[in-house]
């Protein structure tokens, strides 16, 4: 019952292990000099703000769903590198702390985390649909005339990066010859690879569960070694946009198990954008339904 549990909006590990970082989602504590703990909070952001109150349990979808893939995708491509290393939380954490941490918390390898967002997308929706109508283009590619909105991208997925902002910046969606820029060819070639034979093996995998994985957005870091690693959450509602399958049509927009309810929300009331919204208790309830369905007709578990 989400209406009568908590969101957890913030943690504290009351100096259990010590804060590097928080995101928009995500607390990261150190655990020693190679391994983090990834904390996903109930946090929602929207338009790169971040909304007053959470969604009680999104966190843990989020860790779950993407523990999912992770596997999934090994299974796929046994020699694919990921941050993951175990849900198990570490010595350091008091009992006490440990139900409320416990499926929400991963630790990971700590990596040098390369600063694009590979966006692959595999239908044109959103920002790419908006320049595309404009220019016909997408992200400064060049790709067939005619396309109607929500269509797959004739000749298969496209790898469109974005810049990774500071926080309180946006993140700018640029030219894969920028990432190259941003990068190095090196760098930037196999990131290119990975996140499109990524996104093809979750795309076929959702397929199969009734789920069309419109686009997503991938991070990966490098580790000692400068082996690049696949790091952060993946293929989460947050990270992507997911379509029932029965339902699409191209030509218009589509309804999505994502957060595309609370963006709707928020265009309707004049709220786009603006710092310290609350949602009311029906559109975090509808939220978190969302967050539920994505997870449920993935994994086809239960939380
Ligand atoms: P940012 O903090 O960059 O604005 P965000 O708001 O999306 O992004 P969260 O998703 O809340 O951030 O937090 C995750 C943060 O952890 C991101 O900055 C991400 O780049 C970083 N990260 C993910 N995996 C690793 C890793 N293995 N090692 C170090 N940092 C990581
Ligand atoms: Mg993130």
Known sequence: DFTMAQALTTTDLQGALPLIARGKVRDLYEIDDKTLLFV???RISAY?????????NKGVLLTLCTQ????????????????FITLDLPPQIPESLR?????????????????????VRGYITGSAWSE?????????????????????????????????????????????????????????????????????????????????????????????DGEVVLADEVLTPDSSRFWPKDSYAVGRGQASFDKQFLRDWLVSEGLKGKEGVRMPDDIALKTAEKYQEAWEKITGGKV
């Open 132 to 224: 595309y109508k404009k220019s016909g283009t997408v992200h400064g590619i060049k790709v067939p005339a005619g396309l109607q909105e929500s269509q797959a991208f004739p000749d298969g997925p496209i790898y469109t990066p974005s810049t990774k902002a500071e926080q309180g910046e946006h993140d700018e969606n640029i030219h894969p010859d920028q990432a190259v820029a941003i990068l190095g060819e090196r760098y930037a070639s196999t990131v290119a690879k990975m996140a499109v034979e990524l996104y093809k093996t979750a795309h076929e995998y959702a397929l199969a569960r009734g789920v069309i994985i419109a686009d997503t957005k991938f991070e990966f870091g490098v580790d000692e």
């Open 40 to 42: 996903a909070s109930d």
């Open 68 to 83: 999912t893939w992770f596997k999934a995708l090994k299974e796929a491509n046994p020699s694919l590198r990921t941050h």
């Open 99 to 119: 139900p409320v941490l416990q499926n929400r918390s991963m630790q990971v390898r700590k990596l040098r985390i390369l600063p694009i967002e590979a966006i």
């Open 48 to 56: 790169d703000v971040i909304m007053e109150n959470g969604i009680p």
